[in-house]
C-alpha cells in the first residue's frame, strides 16, 4: 500500500461505519453509536489533515469523502426520525434539500456548463448544526441527560438553515445559469 491512498482509505472506513451506526441507533445502543459517530468524526479530521499536509489529494477523495459524510448524517438523520428522537418533518425536510441540491446541481451540468459546486456559509452552518443535533439526540436518548431546549433549538436551527441553504443554491444557480449560454 502506498501511503498517498491512506486518506481515501480512511474515507472508505469511515463509509462503512454507516451500517454499524445504523445498526447500533436501531438496538438503542446509544453509548456505542455515539462512540462510532465521534471516531468517524476524528476520521474525517485526520483523511482531510494527511490529504492537505502531503499533498495526497485525489478525485476519489474528492468524491468519496463527502459521500462519506453525508451518507453518515442522512442515515443518522433516518434513523433518529424513524426512532422519534428528532422530528420526521426534519428529516423530510433535510432530504429533500439534498435531492433539491443534487438535481439542480446534475441539471446544472447537463444544460449549461460544469458547475463547481463550492458549499455555501450557511450550507456549512447546516451541516455543523445537524451533526450537533445528531450528537445530541443520540447522547441525550443514552448516556447524558440534556435539557429538552437544547434538542429543540437545534431542530428549529436546522430548519432555518435547510431552507435558507436550499433557497440560496436554486437562487444562486438559477441566476448563474440564466447569464450563461446552454449546452446544446
Same mark, same amino acid.
Given at each position: ?14 463509509l462503512?461505519t454507516?451500517?454499524p451506526v445504523?445498526?447500533?441507533l436501531l438496538?438503542? !445502543?446509544f453509548g ?11 476520521s ?6 494527511l490529504?492537505?499536509r502531503?499533498g495526497?489529494?485525489?478525485?476519489l477523495?474528492?468524491?468519496?469523502d463527502?459521500l ?11 434513523? +433518529?426520525?424513524?426512532l422519534? +428522537? ?5 428529516v ?8 433539491v ?9 447537463l444544460?449549461v !456548463?460544469?458547475?463547481?459546486?463550492a ?10 448544526l445537524?451533526?450537533l443535533l445528531?450528537?445530541t ?6 448516556? /447524558?441527560d /440534556?435539557p429538552?431546549?437544547?434538542? !429543540?433549538a /437545534?431542530?428549529?436551527?436546522?430548519l432555518?438553515t435547510?431552507?435558507v441553504?436550499?433557497v ?6 438559477s ?5 450563461? !449560454?446552454?449546452?446544446?
Amino acid at each position: 500500500m502506498r501511503l498517498q491512498h491512506l486518506p481515501n482509505i480512511i474515507t472508505f472506513a469511515r463509509l462503512l461505519t454507516v451500517i454499524p451506526v445504523v445498526l447500533l441507533l436501531l438496538e438503542r !445502543e446509544f453509548g456505542w453509536a455515539l462512540t462510532l459517530f465521534a471516531l468517524a468524526g476524528l476520521s474525517d479530521g485526520l483523511d482531510g489533515f494527511l490529504a492537505k499536509r502531503y499533498g495526497w489529494q485525489t478525485r476519489l477523495g474528492g468524491i468519496l469523502d463527502p459521500l462519506a459524510d453525508k451518507t453518515l448524517l442522512l442515515a443518522c438523520f433516518l434513523v +433518529l426520525g424513524i426512532l422519534g +428522537l428528532i422530528p420526521l418533518w426534519l428529516v423530510v425536510a433535510a432530504i429533500l434539500r439534498d435531492l433539491v441540491i443534487i438535481g439542480g446541481a446534475l441539471v446544472y451540468n447537463l444544460l449549461v !456548463e460544469d458547475l463547481d459546486a463550492a458549499p455555501l456559509l450557511t450550507s456549512k452552518v447546516n451541516t455543523v448544526l445537524q451533526i450537533l443535533l445528531v450528537v445530541t439526540a443520540i447522547a441525550d436518548a443514552g448516556p /447524558l441527560d /440534556l435539557p429538552a431546549g437544547l434538542i !429543540e433549538a /437545534l431542530t428549529w436551527g436546522c430548519l432555518v438553515t435547510i431552507l435558507v441553504s436550499g433557497v440560496q443554491y436554486v437562487y444562486l444557480w438559477s441566476r448563474k445559469a440564466a447569464e450563461r !449560454e446552454w449546452r446544446r
